[in-house]
C-alpha cells in the first residue's frame, strides 16, 4: 500500500507541480516584468502544456499488424510518440519554438495536441489535472504580478520534463481602501 500511495502522490503532485512551474515560467518570461499577464489563464496552460509539456514521451503496444510512416510494426511492438517533439513540428504548428498564449484564441491555427496522450489510452485524470493546474495558477496570479528570475525554458528530462529552478517574485498589488469623511 505505501509503494502504491507513493507511486499516486507522485504521479499527481509531481504533475500538477511541473505543470504550474511550467506555465509560470514562459508566462513570467514573456511578459513585462510587473504587469499584469495579457491572456486567459487557460491559454497560458494550454500554451505551456503545448510548449512544454512534462510528459516526455508516451508508449503504447500496437494491439494488431498495421504499417506507420512505411514501417511495418507486429503486434505487441511498442510504438512511441514525443508530446514535445509533436508539439514542435513546423508542418503542424506555426511559430512552434515561440511561447504563444495567443494561438489559442484561434481553434482553426492549431495543431495536434497531446500534453495527456490521446483516444482509449488519454490520462484518466487529463480533465481534472488541467482544471487544478489552470486554477493553481489563477491563484497564484489573481491579485499579483508576477515576474521571474533565472529562468531558463530547457527542460532536466528524468521520468518527466522538469522545470530548472527559477524564482518566482509574487508582489500584491495594494489595497485602496475609501476613508470615511473626517469629523465622523
Do not use: K
Amino acid at each position: 500500500m505505501a509503494e502504491l500511495y507513493v507511486l499516486l502522490f507522485r504521479s499527481i503532485v509531481g504533475n500538477i507541480g511541473y505543470a504550474v512551474a511550467w506555465t509560470v515560467l514562459p508566462a513570467g518570461l514573456h511578459h513585462a516584468p510587473q504587469a499584469a499577464w495579457p491572456w486567459p489563464t487557460d491559454w497560458i496552460v494550454r500554451e505551456a502544456a503545448r510548449h512544454r509539456p512534462f510528459v516526455w514521451m508516451v508508449g503504447r503496444p500496437v494491439p494488431h499488424p498495421v504499417e506507420f510512416g512505411g514501417v511495418a510494426l507486429r503486434p505487441g511492438a511498442i510504438l512511441s510518440v514525443s508530446p514535445c517533439l509533436l508539439h514542435h513540428d513546423e508542418r503542424h504548428w506555426n511559430r512552434p519554438d515561440v511561447f504563444d498564449p495567443e494561438r489559442w484564441a484561434h481553434p482553426d491555427t492549431r495543431g495536434p495536441y497531446l500534453p495527456f496522450s490521446a483516444g482509449p489510452f488519454i490520462c484518466a485524470g487529463a480533465a481534472v489535472a488541467q482544471t487544478m493546474t489552470a486554477d493553481a495558477v489563477a491563484a497564484l496570479a489573481g491579485d499579483a504580478r508576477l515576474s521571474v528570475l533565472g529562468g531558463r525554458t530547457r527542460p532536466v528530462v528524468t521520468n518527466a520534463a522538469a522545470p530548472r529552478a527559477f524564482t518566482l517574485n509574487r508582489t500584491t498589488e495594494p489595497v485602496t481602501r475609501s476613508h470615511a469623511p473626517e469629523g465622523r
